[in-house]
C-alpha cells in the first residue's frame, strides 16, 4: 500500500475490527521486565505482550479499545508483523485494497494531455544525466525508466507500458514511481486508441462565456474488425467521469486553476458494430470545478475536460480485453461576460486589435488572440509574429504569451527565437513607435531618453508562469 504501515495503525484507530458485544476485555499489559533478565526471556515476553494488544482489538469496548490502539503506537515497529497477520486472516487487506482501488477510481484525474505529456518526457541527456546521479536500486529503475521512455518514444507502446507495468509493481517504493504510473498510462491508453476503440469527447463550442455549462458529446469509434461491447454489469446504469481542470490565464503569465469531477449516467451495455460509433451528449456544469471561488471572471479560463469509464468491462467479440476506457482530454475557451469584440469574424478582429494597439488595453490584446478558433491558430500566430518588433515592455510580453498558448510552443520571451520561427526579418518591420506620437510623425529623441530594447530582449519584469 502507498503509506505502508501507517495506514495500518490507521485502520486500527478508526474501530474497523470490532467484536460483538459481550467479548472478554483486554489483559492488562505486565509492567516491563527487569534490566538485568535473559534477552531471549524478554524479547518473549515482549512478544506475548504484543499479541495479547493485538487480540484484544476485537473487543467492543470503546475505553479498552482506546487504551489497546494507544499501548500498539507506543511498541512501535515491534507490532507490525503481528498486526499484519491479524489483519491478514481476517482479510482486512485484501478489503482495504479493494477501498483503495476505488478511491483512486472515483478522485479526480488529470485529464489525458498527450501533446503535454510527450513534451514533459526527458530528452536522451536529460536521461543519461538523470541515470548517473542515481545510486543503489534507484540507479537501475532510473535506467529501466529511460528505456520505457525510448520505447515510448519510438511508438512502441505495448512494449513500453509493460516495462512501466513491471517496475511500478516491482519497486513500490522508488522515487519514479508516479512517473512510471503516468508513463503505463498513456502508453496503454495509446494502444487502446490505435488497436480497438477510440474515445473522444467533442465540444459542441471552442469558445463560451464564463458562467455558461460546457456543452459536448461523449464518442467512441470502434477501429477493430470485431464487434464491441461495454458492459458495466449493473443491469442498470453505467457511469462515466468527467475530470474537470480550470485554469484562469493571466495576459502576463499568471496561471490558477481549480480541479473537480462530474459524473455522467450511461446504458449499462453498449454495444458498437465493426468500424462503427456510439455517441451520448453530455454536460459539464458551470462552476462544476467550484472555479468560481478561485478564479477571477476578468480574466480568460481555459477548460480541460476528460472521460474515463469507471467499472467497465470492454469486450472484443467474445473475448474480455482489460483495458482502460479514456478520452483524450479537450479544451474550451470561456470569455468574462460582456467582451467587446472589434469584429464578429475573430482573425479580422485581431488585425484590427493590432492595428490600433496604442489604444488597446492589454487585456482585450491578448484574449482577442485567443478567441481565434484553433483552424485559424497558425495565421493568428503569423500576425501576432510580426507585430513583436514593434513591440515593447509588457506589450512585448503579452504578445509571446498568447504566442505560447495559441502554439503550444515555449519560447519563452525569446523574441528571436519567435521571430526566427515565424521567418520574420526585424529590418521588414517598423521600428516602436512611442504611444504618444502622431501617425506618420516621426519620434523626437529626448536628451534623456533610454535606447529600444532590441528585438530579442527580454522583458524587464518577467513574472514567472505557474502550475
Not at 478561485?294 to 467497465?312: E, M, N, S, T
Amino acid at each position: 500500500m502507498r503509506h505502508g504501515g501507517a495506514w495500518l495503525f490507521a485502520l486500527l484507530l478508526g474501530g474497523f475490527c470490532a467484536r460483538p458485544a459481550g467479548s472478554e476485555t483486554a489483559p492488562a499489559p505486565e509492567p516491563g521486565a527487569p534490566a538485568d533478565e535473559d534477552p531471549v526471556l524478554r524479547i518473549a515476553e515482549r512478544t506475548r505482550r504484543i499479541r495479547a494488544l493485538v487480540d484484544a482489538l476485537e473487543n467492543d469496548d470503546p475505553a479498552v479499545l482506546e487504551r489497546v490502539r494507544r499501548e500498539l503506537v507506543e511498541t512501535g515497529p515491534d507490532a507490525l508483523s503481528h498486526l499484519k497477520e491479524y489483519l491478514r486472516k481476517r482479510k482486512v487487506l485484501e478489503h482495504a485494497r479493494l477501498l483503495a482501488t476505488l478511491e483512486e477510481q472515483a478522485a479526480p484525474a488529470r485529464p489525458l494531455d498527450r501533446a503535454a505529456f510527450d513534451k514533459a518526457l526527458p530528452g536522451a541527456a536529460e536521461a543519461e544525466k538523470a541515470a548517473r546521479s542515481q545510486d543503489g536500486g534507484e540507479r537501475y529503475v532510473q535506467a529501466r525508466y529511460n528505456e520505457a521512455v525510448l520505447l515510448y518514444q519510438k511508438k512502441e507502446f505495448d512494449k513500453a507500458a509493460a516495462l512501466a507495468g513491471a517496475l511500478f509493481v516491482l519497486e513500490p517504493k522508488s522515487a519514479l514511481r508516479t512517473r512510471l504510473a503516468e508513463l503505463r498510462r498513456y502508453a496503454e491508453h495509446q494502444v487502446t486508441q490505435r488497436q480497438v476503440l477510440v474515445t473522444t469527447l467533442v465540444p459542441e463550442k471552442e469558445a463560451i462565456a464564463i458562467g455558461e455549462d460546457l456543452h459536448l458529446k461523449l464518442r467512441f469509434e470502434n477501429i477493430s474488425p470485431m464487434a464491441i461491447r461495454l458492459d458495466f454489469g449493473t443491469g442498470g446504469k453505467g457511469k462515466a467521469i468527467g475530470d474537470v481542470y480550470a485554469t484562469l490565464c493571466d495576459p502576463l503569465g499568471m496561471r490558477r486553476t481549480a480541479q473537480g469531477s462530474v459524473e455522467w449516467d450511461l446504458p449499462a451495455e453498449i454495444a458498437i458494430p465493426a468500424k462503427g460509433q456510439w455517441e451520448q451528449p453530455v454536460v459539464v456544469k458551470a462552476n462544476a470545478a467550484e472555479e468560481d471561488g478561485v478564479l477571477d471572471p476578468a480574466y480568460l479560463r481555459v477548460y480541460q475536460v476528460g472521460a474515463r469509464l469507471v467499472a467497465v468491462r470492454l469486450w472484443v467479440g467474445d473475448a474480455r480485453e482489460r483495458r482502460r476506457v479514456e478520452a483524450d482530454a479537450c479544451t474550451v475557451r470561456a470569455f468574462p461576460k460582456g467582451t467587446v469584440w472589434r469584429d464578429p469574424d475573430p482573425l479580422v478582429g485581431l488585425g484590427k486589435t493590432l492595428d490600433d494597439v496604442e489604444r488597446e488595453t492589454l487585456p482585450n490584446l491578448f484574449l482577442a488572440a485567443l478567441r481565434v478558433p484553433r483552424k485559424d491558430a497558425d495565421k493568428a500566430a503569423a500576425l501576432l509574429v510580426r507585430a513583436l518588433p514593434r513591440s515593447v515592455g509588457a506589450l512585448r510580453q503579452v504578445l509571446m504569451e498568447a504566442l505560447r498558448e495559441l502554439t503550444g510552443l515555449d519560447f519563452g520571451y525569446d523574441v528571436k527565437k519567435w521571430l526566427e520561427w515565424g521567418k520574420v526579418k526585424v529590418d521588414e518591420t517598423p521600428k516602436p513607435v512611442p504611444p504618444d506620437a502622431k501617425p506618420g510623425e516621426k519620434p523626437e529623441t529626448k536628451p534623456d531618453a533610454k535606447p529600444e530594447p532590441a528585438p530579442d530582449a527580454k522583458p524587464d519584469a518577467a513574472p514567472e508562469r505557474g502550475p
